[in-house]
């Protein structure tokens, strides 16, 4: 996640209270229990690639080193083994950097299955990039970023696979990876102005960011940032069948809308484009942090909150009209 000012303060104090969250449908409890969990997308797939994507072998995934690279082939194989085509010619968006370095996006695409509607499309996205390297604790400088953002970018490879399998969305569906979201959405910016430029009809765009930690229970799964723009948290919920998202007054304060890699595409296509998280500032203390590995992440809760968005999505890839708009 893009830095935010006094976020290590934040962190220090317990969460502010949550507005009162509209239309409260079934409540969700985080799982605690992994028998529990139901769903096509498996623990053990998520679990593994996080490991891969969080190891010390790929040095904190920083824009332009051989960890990044590593990260990116991961990707791309796991795309191809799953038979998700690449947009462009190959699975890379590049881009240069000020610092001359060489970025790329990765991104899957999966054509819609209906005639007419797959000539819209959704993008479904996360960024892969991290840090590299943090403060020292006990010799480790190596900032791993699972929960940020490797879960996220997981989530976005899982449900390729899943839509790959199924062939059942009738609007079309970019996947995407950024890389330099770190160093200022850099990655994210270029893209959304790529596809700009070659008229693409996009309808919404989500951004998963830190997904890898649970709320309290008495509280929505996750939020949505932006939520007053749009109204895409509501009909989540409704697509859902329960109250996986809501409002938290932290993103609103901090901005997050606007700090992570929804905002690119808002900005040029002026589409509903808004962040998805579980991250609320008082169940994660290693943001930016050499302990930012997998063994922090919940994966019960990450399983179970990919496995529940499945329907929120489907809902929204399959509307027969634009349902989700931006408020006037």
């Known amino acids: 996640m893009v830095k935010i000012y006094g976020l290590l303060l934040a962190l220090a104090v317990s969460s502010c209270g949550a507005h009162k969250e509209q239309n409260d449908l079934t409540d969700n409890k985080s799982v605690s229990n992994s028998e529990n969990i139901t769903g096509p997308i498996a623990l053990k797939s998520i679990k593994h690639s996080v490991h891969h994507l969080a190891s010390d072998g790929l040095m904190g995934r920083k824009t332009g080193s051989e960890g990044l690279e590593k990260a990116a082939v991961y990707i791309e194989n796991f795309f191809k083994d799953n038979q998700v085509k690449p ?35 959704v993008i479904l996205g996360a960024h892969y990039d991290h840090i590299g390297t943090a403060t020292a604790v006990q010799g480790d400088v190596i900032a791993n970023g699972a929960n940020d953002d490797a879960s996220g970018t997981v989530a976005v490879m899982e449900w390729a696979k899943y839509f790959q399998e199924m062939k059942n969305n009738k609007r079309s569906i970019l996947f995407t990876l950024y890389d330099a979201e770190e160093m200022g959405l850099l990655g994210s910016r270029h893209l959304a102005k790529r596809l700009k430029d070659e008229n693409l009809d996009l309808y919404t765009m989500i951004n998963f960011e830190m997904i890898g930690v649970p709320r309290n229970p008495d509280q929505s799964m996750g939020y949505i940032t932006g939520y007053d723009l749009s109204n895409m948290g509501e009909k989540l919920n409704v ?34 484009a808004q962040a998805i998280s579980t991250f609320d500032f008082a169940n994660f203390e290693y943001y930016h942090h050499v302990d930012d590995e997998p063994d922090k992440i919940d994966f019960d809760h990450m399983t179970t909150f990919i496995n529940k968005m499945i329907p929120a999505l489907e809902g929204m890839i399959n509307a027969p009209t634009k349902e989700i708009k931006l408020h006037e």
């Open 239 to 272: 697509y859902a069948e329960q109250k996986i998202l809501g409002y938290l007054e932290k993103a609103k304060a901090y901005n997050l809308f606007q700090r992570s890699d929804n905002f690119p595409f808002y900005e040029v296509f002026n589409i509903p």
């Open 87 to 121: 947009y462009f010619e190959t699975y890379r968006d590049s881009f240069q950097t000020k610092e001359n370095f060489i970025g790329y996006n990765v991104v899957g695409y999966i054509e819609g299955q209906d005639p007419v509607l797959k000539n819209e499309f």
